[in-house]
């Protein structure tokens, strides 16, 4: 039902910044919690970021708190994941995640890969 497309990876420099955008068609999208995972190279799927649908409040891993940032922009049907001043193990694969209820994802998108070098 819910289609869910991500952009926005590449390559990035520590310290830098990049904005990562998941685009989702197929239901209303205020009504779905949206989330962030990545998938480290030899690593299983973790989690990042979560989001409800009125906007507020957000959960991050810890190991994001203070750098990434994810919001959403409802009439654009879109959910972004700022990124700033990545780190080397930050490289991954980022997955956009969106469920009816918070933490619980059903729908998912291919991935985009982020890879922080110098």
């Known amino acids: 039902q819910v289609d869910l497309v991500e952009s926005g990876g590449g390559l990035v420099q520590p310290g830098g910044s990049l904005r990562l955008s998941c685009a989702a068609s197929?239901?209303?999208?205020?009504?779905?919690?949206m989330g962030w995972f990545r998938q480290a190279p030899g690593k299983g799927r973790t989690f990042v970021a979560a989001i409800r649908g009125s906007g507020d409040p957000t959960s991050y891993a810890d190991s994001v708190k203070g750098r990434f940032t994810i919001s959403r922009d409802n009439a654009e049907n879109t959910v972004y994941l700022q990124m700033n001043t990545p780190k080397p193990e930050d490289t991954a694969v980022y997955y956009c995640a969106g469920g009816p209820i918070d933490f619980v994802y059903q729908y998912w998108g291919q991935g985009t890969q982020v890879t922080v070098s110098s």
């Open positions: 197929g239901r209303i999208f205020s009504t779905l919690s």
